[in-house]
């Protein structure tokens, strides 16, 4: 309340605008989204990562007002040239989630503004999905189960978590998966499979994942074919880049560009890192896969003297972006 109440002054004031024009003077912002879902969508992602459809359509026609949307071709021509244009901006998806174009693409379409879904490949088509999401949504229905999955959830930590109730049971297994997320993917694995393996012997829908789901190729077809939007490489497995090597990074990403060509899809020469995670291997994995632009989750804006292969971006989640004056003060990274 405190934070909404200072965006509103500075917004009002015209302070705020003051601190855009410097910040953003000869820079571009990337605006990196991730999910656009109804309120009550039946999902497990972290609120980190999704938006309203409405506080999505709020924010496109914001861009659309008082910034210069800029599509994929006219970015990349702006990087290399080393200038933009008053108040540049790109707009970004990642991984490739169906709502981006159920609910995602209308907006876009009716404010015209363009943007890239960055998709990883490997998911595109599946009904797979992130480790996240699945061992969320696992934890909380063996929290819902009386007598389930009690050596796991004691195990983790949050066996308390079957006395929540159900909103509070949402957030103590949601922060156990993200205390989990910098382990190694041998023990993610392990942990996965106890936590799968409980649900089963528990008779539960290990199937059932909601709308936690990505597109299709048709989907990702269709989209590709709009004017108005460019599909790219999110890499192909979604490993953080940083854990496979120089060679298997390369090649995760030259996979994500030869899944995209054989259905006729001409990705931009540009990919977003998954998890954002990069170093100076996978900047030169990104080179050799024949990709020109590597996208971070670090906060910041783009100019010309930017490493082509570590631009920063600004991610947009309900939280940060409900309202006009919110929205801005997350783009100028005030908070």
């Not at 990087?79 to 995602?104: H, I, K, M, S």
């Not at 061992?135 to 079957?162: C, D, F, N």
Request: charged share 25%.
């Amino acid at each position: 309340m405190m934070k909404r109440c200072l965006a509103y002054c500075l917004y009002g004031s015209g302070i705020l605008w003051l601190i855009a024009r410097w910040r953003l003077r000869d820079r571009a912002v990337v605006l990196t989204y991730h999910r656009v879902l109804p309120p009550d969508a039946d999902s497990f992602s972290d609120s980190g990562i999704k938006v309203t459809p409405g506080t999505f359509a709020a924010n496109v026609r914001f861009l659309r007002r008082h910034f210069s949307p800029l599509s994929a071709d006219e970015f990349v021509s702006c990087v290399r040239r080393g200038a933009f244009p008053r108040g540049a901006c790109l707009v970004t998806f990642d991984d490739g989630w169906f709502d981006n174009e159920q609910y995602a693409l209308p907006i876009l379409r009716e404010a015209n503004v363009p943007a890239v879904f960055f998709v990883a490949t490997g998911y595109i088509g599946t009904k797979d999905v992130f480790w996240q999401e699945r061992m969320t949504r696992q934890l909380y229905m063996l929290s819902r189960h009386p007598g389930a999955g009690a050596k796991v959830l004691g195990e983790l930590g949050i066996e308390e978590s079957r006395l929540a109730d159900d909103a509070v049971a949402r957030m103590a297994v949601r922060s156990c998966v993200t205390r989990l997320k910098p382990l190694e993917s041998r023990d993610l694995d392990r942990i996965s499979s106890a936590v799968t393996e409980a649900c089963r012997q528990a008779g539960l829908d290990v199937t059932n994942l909601g709308d936690d789901r990505f597109m299709d190729w048709d989907s990702a077809v269709r989209t590709a074919s709009s004017a108005l939007v460019a599909v790219g490489s999110h890499a192909h497995s979604h490993t953080p880049l940083t854990r496979l090597g120089p060679e298997k990074a390369t090649e995760d990403l030259r996979r994500s560009l030869t899944e995209l060509s054989l259905r006729g899809i001409a990705a931009p020469t540009m990919c977003a890192y998954p998890n954002g995670d990069f170093d100076a291997n996978v900047i030169d994995s990104l080179t050799r896969a024949g990709l020109e632009i590597g996208f971070t989750t670090e906060h910041g804006f783009v100019e010309a003297k930017s490493d082509r292969g570590r631009l920063p971006r600004v991610n947009l989640h309900e939280n940060a972006a409900g309202t006009p004056p919110e929205f801005l003060c997350r783009i100028l990274g005030i908070f």
